[in-house]
């Protein structure tokens, strides 16, 4: 279980940091919203925790952010703040789970596996295909990056799981072509490169995934 932990207190975040580990969760630490929202898109998180009050952008702006990306993924509040209305807003803006300072390490871990079930439903697990930080699901025919589910028209979805099923070799635009048009299919249209191109656009935002092979055709790799 992966879980991201945005904590600005040093005395706080080591003590939430080792509690988890000895809990054989593995967490890492953003001490900022900014850097959370970095780290975000490199792993595939199971469970966020954010206190509200931070440098620069708040823990409410912070989910905000999450679900205005369509990341549903779960978030428990940490705050001191105790007042009914901080609570209402942080759950109306789309947290999960909003836990007051000073806390009960017990409670924190019963609400962490709570929310960390709601996690498995987002990346389903079975008869899935891993990459770097790509799920994909060929049961349900989704894919998640990270833990953002990313559109894929059937094609495309056909077209990345080929790729994904050939990876680090380079294949030839025919190959391509033959496997997920079908042999009869036009040899001199250009459809490969186009639904690539559409690949690159919905997947490669910050990262490179499909590589051209010069004279052949492409490959995907890490």
């Known amino acids: 279980m992966q879980i991201l932990l945005i904590e600005d207190d040093k ?64 978030v428990l509040v940490l705050s001191a703040l105790n007042a009914v209305d901080d609570k209402v807003k942080a759950l109306d803006y789309g947290a999960d789970d909003y836990m007051i300072k000073p806390f009960h390490f017990d409670e924190l871990l019963s609400r962490v596996r709570a929310l960390t079930r709601r996690s498995r439903d987002i990346r389903p697990d079975k008869n899935s295909v891993a990459f770097l930080d790509l799920l994909i699901d060929l049961d349900q025919y989704k894919v998640y990056k990270g833990n953002e589910e990313i559109e894929l028209s059937p094609k495309e979805f056909r077209l990345l799981q080929y790729l994904l099923a050939n990876r680090n070799k380079a294949l030839s635009r025919i190959q391509i072509l033959n496997a997920v048009w079908g042999i009869n299919f036009d040899s001199q249209t250009n459809i490969v490169d186009v639904y690539i191109s559409y690949l690159r656009t919905k997947l490669e935002t910050d990262r490179k995934y499909i590589y051209t092979v010069k004279g052949i055709g492409y490959m995907i790799k890490e």
């Not at 206190?51 to 702006?61: A, H, K, N, S, T």
């Open 11 to 74: 005395r706080i975040s080591d003590f939430i940091l080792k509690g988890l580990e000895e809990s054989n969760y593995q967490a890492t630490l953003a001490t900022t919203a900014e850097d959370a929202l970095n780290l975000y898109l490199k792993e595939a998180w199971d469970l966020i925790i954010v206190d509200i009050m931070l440098p620069g952008m708040d823990g409410i702006q912070f989910i905000q952010t999450l679900r205005y990306k369509k990341n549903n993924t779960p």
